[in-house]
């Protein structure tokens, strides 16, 4: 029956829905790259008798020396890695203005929200091709943080996938790193829980396709290497080459996507809790080759931050002591130390609050007392 004249459209008919078209990934590249060789560790083991201490063993090199590695068989469905990556693809789409209507509040070093591509590269003038949308954890503090449109109407898969990705990967990835520094199980689990407050985000990530000139330009001014601000990031498979890693020996290699896996890092405040031991590795997305110049390279990833509350401080792991890596600082309970909100914040406001990025090749940032090398040839 047609509606009749006098008929008022309901709430729902006058919103927009957006269409969330099905996203696939494109063909890999045909060019023959120096790739890195990382392990994979299979997450089908976890639960076996022994399986984590097997499993831990096998990470142990790549979690201290490397920085890098793959997990396969994390139980996550591809079909719903691809619905992220297909809403994520929809956000990039939106007009302008209603990726704005939530950006990312950069002057207090928060990061949930949208980044815009807007800022110049030094004195290029080329701007920046990334853009990103960083949605925070869907727990109850996080209730009043403002919803982009596309996020909204999707927000029960989002929040489904969110919450699976850390139970499924970055929780097992705890206790595993748990086990090789001889800590209680639940120890990193504890000091990185998804129900208390933390900047972990989930990321939709695109570089825009842009011209093999510009690509030269950015990357002439800086090739962008970096280290990972929180504790572990993960990489769900795309591919569109173009991830480099420095290897412990000092060279440049390039990270090969592996179907159904998620490539994995260590990061910063990793670092910090285990003076030095975790390994933060020097990273950087160069020019893709010239068979993926014209495909937009979309990512999901996955940023574990420290909790809010939980000390920067060295954890009590007898694997430190044993390599004389505690002072008696560390072991001092009545030391003052920041907190891993303070910290982040303020890493996340020292490179991103500006309107130009700068070159900072050799630079370090240090914030009471913790410090790091800034950006890597
Ligand atoms: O896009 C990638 O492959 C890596 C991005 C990255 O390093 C980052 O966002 O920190
Ligand atoms: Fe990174």
């Not at 996080?142 to 990705?165: C, L, M, S, T, W």
């Not at 993960?234 to 390039?254: C, M, N």
Request: hydrophobic share 35%.
């Amino acid at each position: 029956m047609a509606p009749s004249a006098t008929e008022t459209p309901s709430t729902e008919e006058t919103q927009r829905r957006i269409l969330v078209k099905p996203w696939s990934r494109p063909a890999p590249t045909s060019e023959k790259l120096d790739w890195a060789p990382l392990i994979k560790i299979d997450l089908s083991r976890f639960d076996e008798p022994g399986g984590k201490e097997e499993l831990a063993k096998d990470l142990f090199h790549a979690v201290t020396k490397v920085g890098f590695w793959v997990v396969v068989n994390s139980g996550i469905d591809d079909e719903r890695v691809l619905k992220q990556f297909s809403i994520g693809n929809t956000f990039f789409k939106e007009p302008l203005e209603e990726k704005r209507s939530a950006p990312c509040n950069f002057a207090n070093g928060e990061y949930f929200g949208y980044r815009e591509n807007s800022r110049w590269i030094g004195d290029t003038g080329v701007k920046e091709n990334i853009e990103m949308l960083n949605i925070p954890k869907t727990i109850p503090a996080y209730n009043d943080e403002p919803k982009h449109e596309v996020v909204r109407q999707n927000y029960a898969e989002i929040a489904g996938f969110h919450r699976e990705v850390w139970e499924k990967v970055i929780r097992k990835l705890f206790v595993l790193i748990a086990i090789i520094l001889e800590l209680p199980e639940d120890y990193l689990v504890n000091a990185h829980a998804y129900d208390e407050k933390s900047d972990d985000h989930l990321r939709y990530m695109i570089y825009n396709v842009r011209t093999k000139k510009e690509w030269d330009l950015a990357q002439g001014y800086s090739k962008g290497g970096h280290t990972d601000f929180g504790s572990l990031t993960l990489l769900f498979s795309q591919h569109v080459a173009g991830l480099q890693i420095r290897t412990p020996e000092g060279d440049w290699k390039y990270v090969k996507p592996v179907d159904g896996g998620i490539t994995c890092n260590a990061a910063d405040t990793l670092t910090f809790l285990t003076k030095g031991f975790v390994k933060s590795t020097v990273h950087r997305v160069v020019t893709p080759p010239a068979d993926q110049l014209n495909v937009p390279r979309l990512g999901l990833l996955y940023f574990s931050r420290p909790g809010d509350n939980t000390p920067m401080k060295a954890v009590p792991s007898p694997v430190l002591e044993r390599l004389g890596l505690l002072t008696d600082e560390d072991k001092n309970p009545n030391q003052p130390v920041v907190t891993g909100l303070e910290y982040v914040r303020a890493r996340v406001k020292d490179v991103h609050h500006k309107t130009v990025l700068d070159k900072r090749e050799g630079t370090s940032f240090e914030f009471k007392g913790l410090k790091v090398a800034n950006y890597y040839d």
